[in-house]
């Protein structure tokens, strides 16, 4: 039962009772802000509110500085960074636990997606030049994409023990842009739920985790972006209610450049080294961890409806939404078993 407060006055005693009355919690929201990964993160708690959160804030930054530090391509002394300069095919290469875990996922979404997902593709999003903070996009050579395409690819990527990487090739490189947001709303709702907070939303770049309820009592409502270029940037498509879950969006519809008459997503196929292109404009993925949404939302993106709506509905816990856009602009979705139970 939720109870709000009622202060009396005790004639002749002059002083005031705190009363207890159905009907208001005493619960409060408290919100946290900031930049990572080349992008904003926001975080919602609810508590009690004569309760504390004494050095959260901190804590929040320096677990998403430390994911950073490890999977940021742009940082020459990156764990990541210092992996792709190995230039010894073979030689043991040492990594940290957070590192090592987002590894393991990405070798199972690789698996999955039949290497429609694939984080080890970095030496062909240089030479889209996608991912390097410039908007010089152009074409590439034909045969420079055939000329990398072999050399790229999990693959080439060993697994000799635990905690260990080695590559098979040397001009391998890994890019974990498309999972680390995910992977860092996790170890935030890892650091809420040591902290002993249960009601809460962690969001990174729009991949998001809900876990208990809202201030006012409900389910927390995630709105999904409208997947049209023309769309404003708050015009929502679908509103999904979440518990205890993550939800990932992928789409192609903000992240483009167009040359001779043709659009190019960001989002490149692994298998053709050439942007995905299949009609597919927005994928979101309802799963239980975020690194997980984050990376099967790209994935299927590549996938295409079809096998898309296939994979979801073979793996446990996991539900989505695939919208597809017909030529004559028609917005068409696709949606997993359960997928429905979760919109409002």
């Known amino acids: 039962m939720q109870f709000s407060s009622v202060l009396f006055k005790i ?45 959260l804030e901190k804590k929040i930054e320096n677990i998403l500085q430390n994911v950073n530090k490890s999977m940021s391509v742009h940082m020459k002394d990156s764990e990541i960074s210092r992996f792709n300069a190995l230039d010894v095919p073979g030689k043991p290469f040492g990594v940290s636990e957070d590192f090592w875990y987002v590894m393991m996922v990405s070798r199972t979404i690789y698996q999955h997606t039949e290497g429609a997902w694939d984080g080890a593709i970095f030496p062909l999003v240089r030479l889209w030049k996608f991912n390097m903070g410039s908007k010089d996009y152009r074409i590439p050579d034909q045969a420079k994409i055939e000329e990398l395409l072999p050399e790229t690819g999990f693959r080439h990527i060993e697994f000799p023990s635990e905690r260990i990487l080695a ?21 935030v709702v890892e650091l809420l739920r040591k902290e002993g907070v249960r009601d809460f939303l962690v969001e990174i770049g729009g991949e998001v985790f809900a876990s208990g309820r809202r201030k006012d009592g409900g389910l927390w409502k995630i709105g999904i972006n409208t997947p049209q270029k023309d769309a404003h940037l708050d015009a929502v498509y679908k509103v999904i209610a979440l518990e205890n879950k993550a939800l990932a969006t992928s789409g192609n519809y903000r992240n483009f450049f167009e040359a001779e008459g043709t659009t190019y997503s960001h989002i490149l196929d692994p298998r053709t080294g050439w942007p995905v292109s299949n009609e597919v404009v927005s994928v979101s993925i309802i ?17 295409g409806h079809e096998k898309g709506i296939e994979l979801i509905d073979r793996l446990d816990g996991v539900e989505g939404l695939i919208v597809v856009q017909t030529k004559d602009g028609l917005l068409i979705d696709y949606q997993s078993r359960g997928f429905k139970a979760a919109e409002q």
């Open 287 to 303: 799963a239980d961890q975020c690194v997980v949404a984050d990376g099967l939302a790209t994935g299927i993106m590549v996938m």
């Open 11 to 55: 004639t002749g005693l002059g002083f005031l009772v705190l009363l207890l009355v159905p009907g208001c919690n005493f619960n409060k929201e408290v919100q946290f802000s900031g930049r990572t990964m080349g992008t904003t993160y926001h975080v919602k708690v609810v508590t009690g509110y004569f309760n504390r959160l004494t050095g």
């Open 167 to 187: 590559k098979k090739k040397i001009p391998l490189s890994v890019d974990l842009s498309s999972i680390a947001k995910g992977y860092g709303v996790d170890k």
